[in-house]
T-cell receptor
Framework: DQQVKQNSPSLSVQEGRISILNCDYT??????FLWYKKYPAEGPTFLIS?????DKNEDGRFTVFLNKSAKHLSLHIVPSQPGDSAVYFC??????????FGAGTRLTVKP | NAGVTQTPKFRVLKTGQSMTLLCAQD?????MYWYRQDPGMGLRLIHY???????AKGEVPDGYNVSRLKKQNFLLGLESAAPSQTSVYFC?????????????FGAGTRLSVL
């Protein structure tokens, strides 16, 4: 049973525009959420996170929004750059040793 | 700045063969993890360790065993490989404490079982 879902397998945006990646979860016990970025032939790398006590966290061009009532989080990238092209994984944790990942969204940023 | 290193990078096995995947981290992290990634699915936790000498089961532990004899190494064993274990395997480590959730991943091992 997939407790973390990324319903869009792919997303294509123009350079300079906003990229919005979405993630839904089913387990209300999750209390920490993360986004990872993965380039081909590399492991995922941590991008940004948010605790369930917050609804927004910002780091440079990256902002994560959390809507607990809807069990939904999103990652905004503004402005998008070609180097942002990668697979983005959403992850959620209910204790620090039980992290569940979504299937990923492949982002393509076109020059 | 090696971080998390996985060996081998690729392996092809026949059904019933055994093998061990090695994960080594040089960041002095307490926690280590083994995941598998299959097409259309997220990473799924196989086993993890919260410190030297400890191991615990994750979401999909069947068919795998692990050992953490040294803090820096976490071994994943397949005793009798099956085609269903064809996957990409990722090892990760995390420092523990308030940064436990942030995991650092290796580049992966692509395993094919024929």
């Amino acid at each position: 049973d997939q407790q973390v879902k990324q319903n869009s397998p792919s997303l294509s945006v123009q350079e300079g525009r906003i990229s919005i990646l979405n993630c839904d979860y089913t387990n209300s016990m999750f209390d920490y959420f993360l986004w990872y970025k993965k380039y081909p032939a590399e492991g995922p790398t941590f991008l940004i996170s948010i605790s369930s006590i917050k609804d927004k966290n910002e780091d440079g061009r990256f902002t994560v929004f959390l809507n607990k009532s809807a069990k939904h989080l999103s990652l905004h990238i503004v402005p998008s750059q070609p180097g942002d092209s990668a697979v983005y994984f959403c992850a959620a944790s209910k204790n620090n040793n039980d992290m569940r990942f979504g299937a990923g969204t492949r982002l393509t940023v076109k020059p | 700045n090696a971080g998390v290193t996985q060996t081998p990078k690729f392996r092809v096995l026949k059904t019933g063969q055994s093998m061990t995947l090695l994960c080594a981290q040089d960041m002095n992290h307490e926690y280590m993890y083994w995941y598998r990634q299959d097409p259309g699915m997220g990473l799924r936790l196989i086993h993890y360790s919260v410190g030297e000498g400890t191991t615990a089961k994750g979401e999909v532990p069947d068919g795998y065993n692990v050992s953490r004899l040294k803090k820096q190494n976490f071994l994943l064993g397949l005793e009798s490989a099956a085609p269903s274990q064809t996957s990409v395997y990722f090892c990760a480590s995390s420092p523990g404490g308030v940064a436990k959730n942030i995991q650092y991943f290796g580049a992966g091992t692509r395993l094919s079982v024929l």
